[in-house]
């Protein structure tokens, strides 16, 4: 017997969130689909359902305390499920720090809407009004006689009952809050993070998988000329090898026998002449732009800029970084008669079911995606061609087929941030209030809506322009954390400490001058205050920046404390204060914060995708330098939003001003102006 709490589902939203800061995705007309959100069962099991997945941004147990609330049960109590095709509500996918907004609203919608049929049902297993039942420890019971009540299990007996997600249910208040907003709850997925215990796609093992490994082109638009796979099926373990079009496959018993087996494998490839270095990107980018996108515009550009007593012009480069999740991509598929099951660490499960479906000329219904653990997304892992590979090889050999990338191969063949060149113009007054604003933004990519997020300033100036082009891109780009906005917001933070300096004035006092934002005003006073902040230039020799943002309609500050020595930047602490609105969980918004400061630090500092003729030359780790732990700073974190507020997006926000923030930092220290990243490489 049960409890369900159902809901439409829309399936292809036209827009996810509107307003400045923020994002669109898709443009399909909405189909509706019922789905189950919550079931309360009458053994006690409170289960959450939910499209998202758990990439280490700690959803899990952020979508557990709020039905938690809502529902008046310990944490421990609830169950969430997610990313399973066949379980849960369609989703779009796992990124665009929507989570909490989004489905974490629903669910508490969904929660609330349970506890209110739980309270009803009570009353009349109880004879007693409604107003005088609480709920409260997963029991309904009389305000004043506590001894008169049920367990919620014990009022599901013989029911089964299924229920709307009320349109206006009483969600609980902020000031009635008993889990959401506490600190130091135990993630509910901790002790088997730390442990070993989770189970990634790669240790999806059904009886008789093969092991596959993909011979795969040095360069990229490789296509095989001629291709010898004798050697390479003569080896002892190898089943099966397979040459489909560009497929080129050796299937084992294991993975060191496949993966020789890739490597003894005689192919030749052609590889496409002339393809640009790193060293043309910058005129690739200009001279390939297109589709210009004007984000913002108002005034008259002419007028401000004639009116300036100030005018300051800039170009800002930003090269391409790899997103490097700890874990490299993997998938296993198994087909069993029509249908098909492929586990994959996706952050689209539905996105990928849809394309498989589409690959094989299938129904939908007929292939289940299930999302195990998974280490990492930061967006690269949204397009999931592994899951292709898998699906394809399994259905050839009629076996379970493993497909999982070498660290090579995750570096070399996931989507890189796109690398952008963004030039500004700014005017104004002689104490530094902006009168007008240009700013000129080339992203590479297919998608200019990744280059669109964060373009337009949250400056006050009264004539503004911003556009954005889409720019050829030479090495596959796409989704990374924060999308375009942390390069955007690079390029016009700087230039607020350009602005800062020819005007004589302090940093965060120029951006006082121009904004009228309240909420951009409390994270930049916060931040300020959470270090000390009393100039940039520090009485030990070191330097300070700070920087401000908006990403996901959640506001921030960072403020970057750095030394120099021979040619090394080290950042030795960063504060920072993020507004985004309600805060579910505390210290997990306070760790979305940390992870992508020192995240953001990489791309600062260090991290850079060189290649040249079509190869990528820093494939591994030796070569390819991300933050460690010996990098990592103290960090400060304030949050400071209003619990009155919706909540919005975590995930992201933090990584978008802290590039600026050291860049100020070490122009602080040094003297010298850096418009281009990594910092390190241009000292």
């Known amino acids: ?18 307003g400045y800061g923020a994002q669109t995705y898709g443009n399909t007309q909405p189909q509706t689909e019922r789905a189950t959100w919550i079931a309360l069962d009458a053994d006690g099991a409170i289960t959450a359902y939910a499209g998202k997945v758990e990439y280490g941004q700690n959803i899990r147990t952020g979508l557990a305390i709020e039905v938690a609330d809502e529902l008046r049960v310990p944490l421990e109590a609830v169950q969430v499920v997610l990313g399973d095709t066949d379980r849960v509500p ?4 796992t990124f665009g720090s929507q989570s909490t907004a989004r489905v974490g609203w629903q669910l508490r919608k969904a929660a609330a809407t349970a506890r209110e049929t739980l309270l009803n049902l009570a009353a009349d297993r109880l004879d007693l009004p409604v107003g005088e039942l609480e709920a409260s420890a997963g029991r309904v019971a009389s305000k004043t006689d506590g001894s008169r009540g049920l367990t919620y299990a014990e009022l599901l007996q013989g029911q089964e009952i299924e229920r709307e997600i009320a349109a206006d249910p009483p969600v609980t208040p902020a000031s009635e809050f008993t ?25 999806v093992l059904p ?59 005689q192919v030749e490839w052609g590889i496409p002449a002339g393809q640009p270095s790193r060293f043309d990107l910058p005129s690739v980018l200009v ?66 079911r849809q394309e498989l479906a589409s690959i094989f000329g ?93 373009s337009e300033t949250p400056y006050d100036a009264p004539h503004v322009k911003s556009t954005v082009y889409r720019s050829d891109s030479p090495l596959p780009s796409g989704s990374y954390r924060s999308l375009g906005a942390a390069v955007n917001h690079f390029a016009r933070e700087v230039h607020m400490d350009e602005l800062a300096a020819a005007a004589g004035l302090d940093p965060v006092e120029v951006r006082l001058h121009n904004l009228t934002e309240p909420r951009f005003r409390r994270v930049l006073e916060a931040t300020a205050d959470a270090f000390g902040w009393a100039g940039p230039r520090l009485a030990n020799g070191h330097g300070a ?59 600062a500092l260090f991290e850079a995708s060189d290649f040249q003729d079509g ?21 400060d974190v304030r949050l400071v939003g209003d619990d009155t507020t919706p909540s919005t997006g975590a995930g992201e926000p933090g990584i978008v001003p802290i590039a600026a923030a050291v860049s100020g930092a070490v122009f602080a220290v040094t003297g010298q102006r850096h418009r281009e990243l990594p910092i390190q490489r241009h000292l």
């Open 1 to 18: 017997m049960s409890l369900r709490i159902v809901g439409d589902v829309q399936v292809g939203f036209p827009a996810l969130r509107t």
């Open 90 to 93: 369609w989703d779009m996918g």
């Open 179 to 203: 889990v959401m907003g506490r600190t130091h709850l135990q993630r509910i997925d901790g002790i088997d993070r730390v442990t070993g215990r989770s189970k990634y796609s790669q240790d």
């Open 207 to 265: 009886e008789g998988v093969l092991f596959a490994a993909i011979v795969r082109p040095p360069a990229y638009g490789g296509r095989p000329t001629r291709v010898d796979l004798s050697a390479a099926e003569r080896l002892p373990g190898v089943v099966r090898v397979v040459h489909e079009g560009d497929l080129i496959a050796v299937l084992a018993e294991d993975d060191e026998a496949a993966a020789l087996g890739a490597r003894v494998a």
């Open 287 to 352: 001279q390939s732009g297109s589709e210009p996108h004007v984000m913002q515009e108002r005034g008259d550009l002419a007028e401000g800029f004639r009116n300036a007593s100030l005018v300051l012009e800039a170009t800002y480069f930003i090269p391409y970084i790899a997103p490097v999740p700890m874990e490299p991509r993997a998938a296993v598929a198994q087909w069993e008669g029509d249908h098909l099951t492929v586990w994959a660490g996706t952050q689209r499960p539905f996105g990928l």
């Open 362 to 454: 299938t129904e939908e219904s007929l292939v289940r995606v299930i999302a195990p653990e998974i280490g990492g997304g930061f967006g690269a892992k949204s397009p999931y061609a592994v899951a292709h590979d898998a699906a394809r090889l399994a259905k050839i050999v009629g076996r379970p087929v493993r497909v999982a990338f070498t660290r090579s191969e995750e570096m070399m063949w996931s989507n890189f941030r796109p690398a952008a060149l963004i030039q500004i113009k700014s005017g104004s007054t002689s104490d530094g209030r902006l009168l007008a604003w240009e700013s000129v933004a080339y992203h590479a990519g297919e998608r200019v809506m990744i280059g669109r997020r964060g």
């Open 545 to 603: 920046g700070i920087a401000l943002g908006i990403d996901v309609g959640s506001y921030v500050a960072t403020a970057a404390e750095v030394s120099v020595q021979e040619k090394e930047v080290r950042v030795h602490r960063v504060a920072a204060a993020l507004d985004c609105g309600l805060v579910v969980n505390p210290e997990g918004a306070a760790n979305q914060m940390e992870g992508s400061i020192v995240m953001g630090l990489g791309g």
């Open 615 to 635: 190869r990528l030359l820093n494939a591994t780790f030796a070569r390819y330098r991300v933050p460690r732990i010996v990098d990592a700073p103290r960090i």
